[in-house]
């Protein structure tokens, strides 16, 4: 079972950058797609970004509308790490950001994006966004 944990999450002003990355250990199957998610106070779980699937050369790059432009999703493979870049922030990407893989154990919470479902969560880090 994967284990995944952010770190990089913190507080900034709009218009500036974050970086967060992903440490992941456990068994991730070699071709699972990886990705980030987030969630804002009140609302749903959702896709940030995706990598499917992770560590070859044909993998696909998945977006969320709202990010498109802004955030880009990267994997260091040797590292075993996912990162996500974030620019030009603004106060609606305030959230908590999640690390997930590709998976669906049973009784957790399965979320699509990407074309796949996603089910082994990190424990979230908080972006904050002030105006």
């Known amino acids: 079972q994967p284990r995944l944990v952010e770190s990089g999450g913190g507080s900034v002003q709009a218009g500036e950058s974050l970086s967060l990355a992903c440490e992941m250990s456990?068994?991730?199957?070699?071709?699972?797609?990886l990705g980030w998610f987030r969630q804002a106070a009140g609302k749903e779980r959702e896709g940030v970004a995706a990598i499917c699937p992770r560590g070859g050369n044909n993998n696909r790059l998945y977006y969320a509308d709202a990010v498109k432009g802004r955030f880009t999703v990267s994997e260091d493979k040797s590292r075993n790490e996912i990162y996500l870049q974030m620019e030009s922030l603004k106060p609606d990407d305030t959230a908590i950001y999640y690390c997930a893989s590709q998976g669906t154990p049973h009784g957790s919470l399965l979320i699509k994006f990407g074309g796949a479902y996603f089910g082994y969560w990190g424990q979230g880090t908080l972006a904050l966004i002030s105006s």
């Open positions: 456990g068994y991730i199957h070699p071709s699972s797609c």
